[in-house]
């Protein structure tokens, strides 16, 4: 077994931790385990041709850095865009409730559809007044006068 012996299995346990980032990935899909074995493919390549082990490590780290940079934004953006499902707020969007709170500053309660929930208008409404849902912010759905 001569000097490439080292090389070789350098390059073998960088594809063996290629492949393991690749299966985690595949059961978080976050991005980041799949950039870092793509990453770890790089000293594969070099380690397979001799380069040093400090050189290996150098370019997984540099590779790392510049896919998680400029590769994960785009690709965070193109699987995670608003294709997800409504909120739990948008399917009162437009519906009817009646205040059971009186509301001060513009804060109170309302009941719309069965459900109990914090609301927020610009003026203040009073206990028993019907209101119309017009939108939310978070879980906080915002009214208007009927």
Known sequence: MGPMHGF??????????????????IMVTSFIFMLAGLSALV????????????T????????????LGLLRPPLLRKFNSKKTLPSRTESHFGNIGEVIEDFVNGNGRIIVDGQDWAARGKSNFNVGQK????GADG????IEAL
């Open 43 to 54: 000293p594969c390549i070099l380690a397979s041709f001799g380069f040093s082990f400090e």
């Open 8 to 25: 070789t299995s350098y390059a073998i346990v960088w594809l063996v931790i290629a492949i393991a980032l690749g299966i985690i990935e």
């Open 131 to 134: 209101v119309k849902v017009v």
């Open 56 to 67: 290996q490590v150098i370019f997984f780290a540099v590779a790392m850095i510049l896919s």
């Open 139 to 142: 879980i906080v759905l915002l």
